[in-house]
């Protein structure tokens, strides 16, 4: 189990508006390359109650991608969609800039899921060849993060934990109106009940945000295997202490110590600074 990337991949950004003082006492303003290691660990497990595993991640260090998808279904038709997504993924080129990465990831996301509605639909099925997906990229000091459905991105940075995704599912618009408290929502009889998913629906609607990225932050990707047993607070305390690569054999094993009711996937991914150069 466990796939890991843990030696260090350059991230070079001009930067210009976050120029040091140095830099700014030089006749001719030079630009800011800051330079980020990024290190990064997947791994999955069936668990101990599913026969099959309908997860599937992809960690691809050398452009900045990671993804965790989870199948939707049964009868084969959910492994199938989460592969279907994480192997698109694999074979996406790296591009010139992040918007234009960003385009393509959209796209190859919608290509999916015209796939596999149009299977199920062709095949008559009644119930849909679909998957939860949710990607990280980084580009430079910016990240975006892309899904539908109910896996979930988080950020450590200073010791604050984040959720970044916001579930695509019944308990996430009930806890929206203020129905349900977020501890009542984790135990909700409709938790699994999502309300988006690649291969769902014709058109597909993306959730999209970005940010920029810091030197220190600890990023998460993960199926709900894991948050339905692990709270926050373990999960961000993993982060804090551990490298990518320790900390995603530690989150499956936490969950596999309880019992692991569902399939399980996480990819973890650490920015580190190597040296501020100039040129
Ligand atoms: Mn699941």
Same mark, same amino acid.
């Given at each position: ?9 350059? #991230? ?19 630009? #800011?390359?800051?330079?980020? *290691?990024?290190?990064? *660990? *997947? ?12 997860? =599937? ?19 084969? =038709? ?17 591009? !010139? +800039? ?23 639909? =062709? ?61 009542? !929502? ?10 988006? !998913? ?24 993960? +199926?709900?295997?894991?948050?339905? #047993? ?5 999960? =961000? ?10 900390? !995603? ?31």
């Amino acid at each position: 189990m466990g796939v890991s990337n843990v030696s260090a991949g350059l #991230v070079c950004d001009h930067d210009q508006t976050a120029a040091e003082p140095e830099v700014e006492t030089t006749i001719r303003r030079r630009r #800011v390359i800051r330079l980020m *290691a990024l290190e990064s *660990a *997947a791994s999955t497990h069936p668990g101990f109650v599913r026969a099959i595993n309908e997860d =599937a991640v992809l960690d691809r260090r050398e452009i900045g991608l990671w993804a965790v998808a989870d199948g939707v279904g049964g009868a084969h =038709a959910g492994d199938r969609a989460s592969q279907a997504i994480v192997d698109s993924l694999a074979e996406l080129p790296a591009a !010139a +800039s992040g918007p234009e990465m960003l385009q393509q990831l959209q796209r190859t996301l919608e290509q999916v899921n015209g796939r596999l509605y149009g299977e199920a639909l =062709a095949a008559g099925s009644e119930r849909p060849i679909a998957s939860t997906v949710v990607c990280l990229l980084i580009q430079g000091d910016r990240f975006f993060c892309l899904w539908a459905g109910d896996s979930r991105l988080y950020r450590l940075r200073d010791r604050r934990f984040e959720q970044i995704s916001r579930d695509h599912s019944e308990v996430q618009s009930l806890l929206d109106y203020g129905l349900i408290t977020a501890d009542e !929502a984790r135990r909700h009889p409709r938790a699994n009940a999502i309300t988006r !998913a690649i291969g769902a629906q014709q058109e597909l609607a993306l959730d999209c945000i970005m940010g920029d990225v810091e030197p220190g932050d600890h990023f998460l990707l993960c +199926s709900d295997g894991l948050t339905k #047993v692990v709270d926050d607070a373990e999960i =961000a305390l993993v982060l804090e202490e551990c490298t990518p690569a320790a900390a !995603a054999d530690r989150l499956i094993g936490m969950t596999l110590e309880r019992g692991a009711p569902d399939n399980v996937s996480v990819a973890t991914v650490a920015t580190v600074a190597t040296s501020r150069a100039s040129c």
